[in-house]
Protein backbone atom coordinates (compact mmCIF):
# COMPACT_ATOMS: atom_id res chain seq x y z
CA UNK A 1 0.00 0.00 0.00
CA UNK A 2 1.18 3.59 -0.82
CA UNK A 3 1.74 6.32 1.29
CA UNK A 4 -0.88 8.32 -0.07
CA UNK A 5 -3.60 5.36 -0.29
CA UNK A 6 -3.15 5.33 3.74
CA UNK A 7 -3.26 9.02 3.64
CA UNK A 8 -7.03 8.91 1.61
CA UNK A 9 -8.20 6.28 4.24
CA UNK A 10 -7.29 7.73 7.04
CA UNK A 11 -9.16 11.03 5.77
CA UNK A 12 -12.02 9.05 4.67
CA UNK A 13 -12.39 7.89 7.73
CA UNK A 14 -12.46 10.64 9.67
CA UNK A 15 -14.63 12.44 6.73
CA UNK A 16 -17.62 9.58 7.50
CA UNK A 17 -17.00 9.47 10.86
CA UNK A 18 -16.90 12.79 12.80
CA UNK A 19 -17.87 15.78 9.92
CA UNK A 20 -20.46 14.48 7.87
CA UNK A 21 -22.96 13.21 10.72
CA UNK A 22 -23.01 16.71 11.99
CA UNK A 23 -22.65 18.72 8.60
CA UNK A 24 -25.69 16.82 6.64
CA UNK A 25 -28.42 18.36 8.74
CA UNK A 26 -26.35 21.82 8.77
CA UNK A 27 -29.36 24.55 7.18
CA UNK A 28 -26.61 24.94 4.56
CA UNK A 29 -26.60 21.70 3.21
CA UNK A 30 -30.46 21.09 3.56
CA UNK A 31 -30.91 24.07 1.06
CA UNK A 32 -28.07 23.36 -1.31
CA UNK A 33 -29.37 19.73 -1.53
CA UNK A 34 -32.90 20.72 -2.76
CA UNK A 35 -31.34 22.49 -5.35
CA UNK A 36 -29.92 19.31 -6.42
CA UNK A 37 -32.76 17.13 -5.99
CA UNK A 38 -35.00 19.77 -8.00
CA UNK A 39 -32.53 20.06 -10.69
CA UNK A 40 -32.46 16.15 -10.93
CA UNK A 41 -36.16 15.91 -10.80
CA UNK A 42 -36.65 14.22 -7.67
CA UNK A 43 -34.89 11.10 -9.30
CA UNK A 44 -32.50 8.97 -8.79
CA UNK A 45 -30.42 9.45 -12.19
CA UNK A 46 -29.36 5.57 -12.40
CA UNK A 47 -33.02 3.90 -12.25
CA UNK A 48 -35.40 7.11 -11.87
CA UNK A 49 -36.84 5.93 -8.70
CA UNK A 50 -38.50 8.73 -7.24
CA UNK A 51 -37.69 7.20 -2.88
CA UNK A 52 -35.16 7.14 -0.14
CA UNK A 53 -32.96 10.13 -2.16
CA UNK A 54 -29.65 10.75 -1.30
CA UNK A 55 -27.35 13.18 -2.73
CA UNK A 56 -23.89 11.88 -3.67
CA UNK A 57 -20.65 14.04 -4.04
CA UNK A 58 -18.29 12.55 -7.18
CA UNK A 59 -15.58 13.73 -5.09
CA UNK A 60 -13.93 15.23 -2.15
CA UNK A 61 -12.37 18.45 -1.90
CA UNK A 62 -9.66 18.42 0.75
CA UNK A 63 -7.62 21.68 0.89
CA UNK A 64 -3.85 20.98 1.92
CA UNK A 65 -3.53 24.86 3.17
CA UNK A 66 -6.37 24.96 6.05
CA UNK A 67 -6.22 20.45 6.54
CA UNK A 68 -9.73 20.36 6.18
CA UNK A 69 -12.44 19.24 3.69
CA UNK A 70 -15.14 21.88 1.91
CA UNK A 71 -18.09 21.96 3.45
CA UNK A 72 -20.72 20.00 1.81
CA UNK A 73 -22.63 22.55 0.48
CA UNK A 74 -19.36 24.56 -0.56
CA UNK A 75 -19.18 22.33 -4.15
CA UNK A 76 -19.72 23.22 -7.38
CA UNK A 77 -23.47 21.39 -8.22
CA UNK A 78 -21.15 19.92 -11.18
CA UNK A 79 -19.96 17.44 -8.25
CA UNK A 80 -23.19 15.80 -6.74
CA UNK A 81 -25.82 14.10 -8.08
CA UNK A 82 -29.60 13.09 -6.99
CA UNK A 83 -29.27 8.81 -6.10
CA UNK A 84 -31.21 6.40 -4.32
CA UNK A 85 -30.20 4.84 -1.36
CA UNK A 86 -30.05 1.69 -3.07
CA UNK A 87 -27.99 2.82 -6.17
CA UNK A 88 -25.45 4.99 -3.50
CA UNK A 89 -24.75 2.02 -1.53
CA UNK A 90 -24.16 -0.08 -4.82
CA UNK A 91 -21.88 2.80 -5.98
CA UNK A 92 -19.90 3.38 -3.24
CA UNK A 93 -19.29 -0.84 -2.52
CA UNK A 94 -18.03 -0.24 -5.95
CA UNK A 95 -16.41 2.73 -5.98
CA UNK A 96 -14.08 5.09 -3.95
CA UNK A 97 -14.88 8.36 -3.86
CA UNK A 98 -11.29 10.43 -5.28
CA UNK A 99 -10.20 13.00 -2.73
CA UNK A 100 -8.93 15.74 -4.49
CA UNK A 101 -6.00 17.68 -2.75
CA UNK A 102 -6.75 21.87 -3.31
CA UNK A 103 -4.75 24.62 -2.20
ZN1 LIG B 1 -31.46 4.39 -8.00
ZN1 LIG C 1 -22.02 9.13 -1.97
Known amino acids: ?12 NNLNREIYGKLLLDIRWL ?12 MCV ?3 SK ?8 QYHFSELSRTYKKPWEYNARYL ?6 CHDKGHAKY ?5 YIK
Open 1 to 12: MFKKDIKNEVIN
Open 31 to 42: DFRKRILERDKN
Open 46 to 48: VCQ
Open 51 to 58: TNLQIHHK
Open 81 to 86: ITLCKK
Open 96 to 100: KVPVK
